[in-house]
T-cell receptor
Framework: AQTVTQSQPEMSVQEAETVTLSCTYDTSESDYYLFWYKQPPSRQMILVIRQEAYKQQNATENRFSVNFQKAAKSFSLKISDSQLGDAAMYFCAYRGSGTYKYIFGTGTRLKVLA | SAVISQKPSRDICQRGTSLTIQCQVDSQVTMMFWYRQQPGQSLTLIATANQGSEATYESGFVIDKFPISRPNLTFSTLTVSNMSPEDSSIYLC????????????FGPGTRLTVL
């Protein structure tokens, strides 16, 4: 069975600095999708970035980028120029190509210090 | 992406009562999902709701406790029945995006507190 592990329950970063959130997963599939979602105190889950496993190029969305290492089964999220609004819970999620079900990690709480 | 709304945004209920949560999407979608997020926890899928068919429930969730309706392609409801304090959670609906059918977008959630 697939699993998603986020080993950092909480991280802190100074405003304007860069922070990297870790995510590892376990799967025997070769084709799948990976996601990072942000959940601020308002509780809405917001899609930050998605990555298709067959693409070697790392996905980027403005200040957010991923380091996707397929062989190592690692999918870390880098936030550059951190802003106070980035403070939230961040969830890593996996989806196999043949299913609609997501497998979520346990989340990392990110604090941004002014 | 689709715009999703949920009602109510929050509620406080007495044990033994039931609450129906509504999820409305601004475009037609095939698949809608209902999740539970217990305090400080990750998301757990309750069921998948497809229009015109019975909902598909995940292990540990049953229709008598969480009946779901899906009358059309833009709307679904989740009822939490005979509530107990253990049902206190955030309930979120999500939909698959038509452009990226591998990607789910979430509603704002309903925070339920059961006394």
């Amino acid at each position: 069975a697939q699993t998603v592990t986020q080993s950092q329950p909480e991280m802190s970063v100074q405003e304007a600095e860069t922070v990297t959130l870790s995510c590892t997963y376990d799967t025997s599939e070769s084709d799948y999708y990976l996601f990072w979602y942000k959940q601020p105190p308002s509780r809405q889950m917001i899609l930050v970035i998605r990555q298709e496993a067959y693409k070697q190029q790392n996905a980027t969305e403005n200040r957010f980028s991923v380091n996707f290492q397929k062989a190592a089964k690692s999918f870390s999220l880098k936030i550059s120029d951190s802003q106070l609004g980035d403070a939230a819970m961040y969830f890593c999620a996996y989806r196999g190509s043949g299913t609609y079900k997501y497998i979520f990690g346990t989340g990392t709480r990110l604090k941004v210090l002014a | 992406s689709a715009v999703i709304s949920q009602k109510p945004s929050r509620d406080i209920c007495q044990r033994g009562t039931s609450l129906t949560i509504q999820c409305q999407v601004d475009s037609q979608v095939t698949m809608m999902f209902w999740y539970r997020q217990q305090p400080g926890q990750s998301l757990t899928l309750i069921a998948t709701a497809n229009q015109g068919s019975e909902a598909t429930y995940e292990s540990g969730f049953v229709i008598d406790k969480f009946p779901i309706s899906r009358p059309n392609l833009t709307f679904s409801t989740l009822t939490v029945s005979n509530m107990s304090p253990e049902d206190s959670s955030i309930y979120l609906c999500s939909v698959e995006d038509l452009a990226f059918t591998d990607t789910q977008y979430f509603g704002p959630g309903t925070r339920l507190t059961v006394l």
